[in-house]
């Protein structure tokens, strides 16, 4: 599961618990049966790659430069991402399922192939 993760200035401690416990219990995968949207990433047998990704709060309904106001400012994004990341190893490790992450901030390279027309936009202020 590859998991972008932006952190927005009014998130708190409450939200990161929010996303990490969502994350790990989502249905996305068929099941033994092939029933499909039956099983969470650990019953998948899968892993997390979580990325740091603050374009993710670019509002661009006004104009044609995105607006990143909503993003919280980076130094205290960093300390946000690092405690979501301990929190999603921290549910993670209960079932076996590695959790791994890139450098915070850094250009990265990330290649992703789909299993199909399926990505899910997690929002702790709307779900």
Known sequence: MLC???IESN???????YIAKKIMGLRL???????PWNHNVAQANGSILCVSQFTLSARTRKGT?????????PDQAKSMY?????TLRG???QSGVVVQDGVFAAMMDVEL???GPVTILLDSASD
């Open 4 to 6: 972008l993760i932006g």
């Open 11 to 17: 998130d708190t401690s409450k939200d990161l618990e």
């Open 29 to 35: 995968w068929p099941d033994d049966a092939g029933k």
């Open 65 to 73: 430069r995105p607006d990143f106001s909503r993003a919280m400012a």
């Open 82 to 86: 690092e405690e979501f990341i301990a």
């Open 91 to 93: 549910r993670a490790a």
């Open 113 to 115: 192939i789909n299993d």
